[in-house]
């Protein structure tokens, strides 16, 4: 079964929210409310990480798919 690339769309939504969860982390930090903005900083990371791995997943299906035609 072919292996389906993520949408460049959805990647830049997940960069975006990943920088408002950051903003609204440090917000809840200035406010001293410790727990929200653990919450949101871990969120933050879980976006980041969710952008890294659709980009670095994305360019393996690409390198695949090149090197497959290559050899037809």
């Known amino acids: 079964?072919?292996?389906?690339?993520?949408?460049?769309?959805?990647?830049?939504?997940?960069?975006?929210?990943?920088?408002?969860?950051?903003?609204?982390?440090?917000?809840?930090?200035?406010?001293q409310e410790i727990a929200y903005g653990a919450a949101f900083t871990v969120l933050f990371f879980l976006f980041i990480v969710l952008v890294f791995y659709s980009v670095l997943r994305n360019k393996k299906i690409n390198y695949e798919d090149n090197k497959s035609n290559e050899r037809s």
Not at 3 to 10: A, E
Request: hydrophobic share 55%; no cysteine; aromatic share 12%.
């Open 1 to 31: 079964m072919k292996k389906v690339k993520i949408n460049p769309l959805i990647i830049f939504a997940l960069i975006v929210s990943s920088i408002s969860m950051a903003l609204y982390a440090y917000g809840n930090f200035n406010n």
